[in-house]
């Protein structure tokens, strides 16, 4: 069983930053692939990025690439993504998530049915 808890999120203007944080209750943390989704008003949720299980692979988005940074912590139990040069597109509720880091190993994962634990979800508002 795994309990995700994302914060960090907030109302920010065009160019601004944000950080999200998630943070995983869980017993062996480095088993898992983590992962950040976003979900705009009606629109589908979509990747953002992941990374796995020691920080080796990361993934991101055309959309983010190059502003958005995914990190984690696994003292911690927690996974970061830092987000700069922020758009009114990337508006959205944004959601953690873990898969189990062996189903990730060739290639990552992009598809939210990949995941299988999600937290509640932090709000991001980009004012133009």
């Known amino acids: 069983q795994v309990q995700l808890v994302e914060s960090g999120g907030g109302t920010v203007q065009a160019g601004g930053s944000l950080r999200l944080s998630c943070a995983a209750t869980?017993?062996?943390?480095?088993?898992?692939?983590l992962g950040w989704f976003r979900q705009a008003p009606g629109n589908e949720r979509e990747f953002v990025a992941a990374i796995n299980r020691n920080g080796s692979n990361i993934y991101y988005s055309d959309s983010v690439k190059g502003r958005f940074t995914i990190s984690r912590d696994n003292t911690e139990n927690t996974v970061y993504l830092q987000m700069n040069s922020l758009k009114p597109d990337d508006t959205a509720v944004y959601y953690c998530?873990?898969?189990?880091?062996?189903?990730?190993?060739?290639?990552?994962?992009?598809?939210?049915?990949?995941?299988?634990?999600w937290g509640q979800g932090t709000q991001v508002t980009v004012s133009s």
């Open positions: 869980v017993r062996t943390f480095t088993l898992y692939t």
């Open positions: 998530a873990t898969a189990p880091d062996f189903y990730c190993a060739n290639g990552g994962c992009y598809d939210s049915a990949d995941y299988d634990y």
